[in-house]
Every structure is written in structure tokens, then in C-alpha cells.
């Protein structure tokens, strides 16, 4: 039982070819001894090669510096490229591919305006009451 738990697969078969090839074991007899299920060893991928996938992905990400993974996904989609979104995503961040960070552009520190000096009575309102009162001394709130 030494290679089931923290060994992946891929490294679990070249350990069992290992074996066979040094000591003449059959595929069998070189799982029973190290503990690797058969079906892990005969497992063979379906998986495509994501090569051309990566490479039209960095180039659309090149191209379009703001797009996220998902807006390339779709790009990809118009292309005709069958691919699942979740993929993509996958290659996506195995490439470092990531949404350029926009920074503010910094204001100039020029001081405001002063406000106007009011020229009378009732030219200047102030909102920061939260009640009042009339001058018959009838409460209200805002």
C-alpha cells in the first residue's frame, strides 16, 4: 500500500513500469507489490492535447489585455473552437492569464472653489437637522 494515497496516477504507472522492467514482473504481479489498482495502470486518457488551445488562447488574451476568460471563451466559440468553458478556464489560469488591474489616474490636488458668500438672509440652506421646529413652534423632520 505505499503508492495509493499520495501519488498521483500518472507517476503510479511509470512506478509499476519501473518495476516490470527491472525485475521481469508481469503487470500484475508488479501492482499486487506495490499496491496500484490495475485499471489505474491500463488507464489510458481520451484527453486531447490542449496545445492549440493554449496557444489561440494567450494570443486572444494578448490581444484583448481586458478580457476575462470568460469573453474569450466566447471568442473561441465564434471561431468554431468545441471547447467547454471550463477548460478553457483550466488553461486559462495554468498559463497565468489574468485581467490586467486598471489604476486610477490620480487627480491633481487643486483646491475647490470657495462657495459663494450669500448676500442675504434665506440664500444659504444647511440639510445636516434631522427635525425642526416653525417658528409657531410646531415640529417637523425630514
Known amino acids: 500500500m505505499c503508492c495509493q494515497k499520495m501519488v498521483r496516477p500518472a507517476a ?28 489505474t495502470h491500463r488507464y489510458d486518457s481520451r484527453r486531447s492535447a490542449a496545445e492549440g488551445l493554449t496557444a489561440r488562447l494567450r494570443e486572444l488574451a494578448i490581444q484583448r489585455p481586458r478580457f476575462g476568460y470568460r469573453r474569450l471563451y466566447l471568442l473561441l466559440r465564434r471561431e468554431g473552437v468545441v471547447v467547454n468553458h471550463k477548460r478553457v ?31 442675504g438672509p434665506g440664500k444659504r440652506w444647511s440639510m445636516d437637522f434631522v427635525t425642526d421646529r416653525t417658528s409657531d413652534g410646531i415640529a417637523f423632520a425630514f
Do not use: D, F, H, W
Open 12 to 39: 503510479r504507472r511509470r512506478v509499476v513500469r519501473y518495476i516490470q522492467q527491472v525485475y521481469g514482473l508481469s503487470e500484475r504481479s508488479a501492482c499486487r507489490a506495490l499496491g496500484a489498482p490495475r485499471a
Open 89 to 119: 478556464y483550466r488553461v486559462y489560469r495554468s498559463e497565468g492569464l489574468t485581467v490586467r488591474i486598471k489604476r486610477r489616474k490620480r487627480l491633481a490636488a487643486t483646491p475647490g472653489a470657495a462657495p459663494a458668500v450669500p448676500n
